[in-house]
């Protein structure tokens, strides 16, 4: 069983792809940069600020799909600046306090909008 998860509360995919897909009981989560899903603006005040905003973007995804932050599994995340490894950090583990996913962390040139961020997860049920 395939589903396409969508909603309102995270940004619109801003391309050819998802929000997240479900397959059984297994949910995909494509990456989400900081993205305001009223207004559609990049979130540029700070790399915490800016990981707030991709978690809460996830969470809202997750809970579409009827679940949480503590069904993820594994997640990947993209930074444009490991020197904003740190703070990303102390944000990522106010979120993650159980059950701690699988992860990893790559530094990349760029991101799309400009962003300094995106994580995307997989989450099991």
Known sequence: MRSIIRTDQAPAAIGPYSQAILVDNVLY?????????ETGSLITEGIEAETERV??????????????LTHV???RVYLTDMDNYGPF??????????????????A?????RGARIEISCVAVL
């Open 89 to 106: 950090n102390e944000v990522y583990a106010r979120y993650f306090k159980e059950a701690l996913p699988a992860r990893e962390t790559v």
């Open 108 to 112: 990349v040139k760029a991101l799309p």
């Open 29 to 37: 989560c494509s990456g989400q940069i900081p993205l305001d899903p």
């Open 55 to 68: 978690l809460e973007n996830l969470k809202a995804i997750l809970k579409a799909a009827k679940m949480q």
């Open 73 to 75: 599994v594994s997640c």
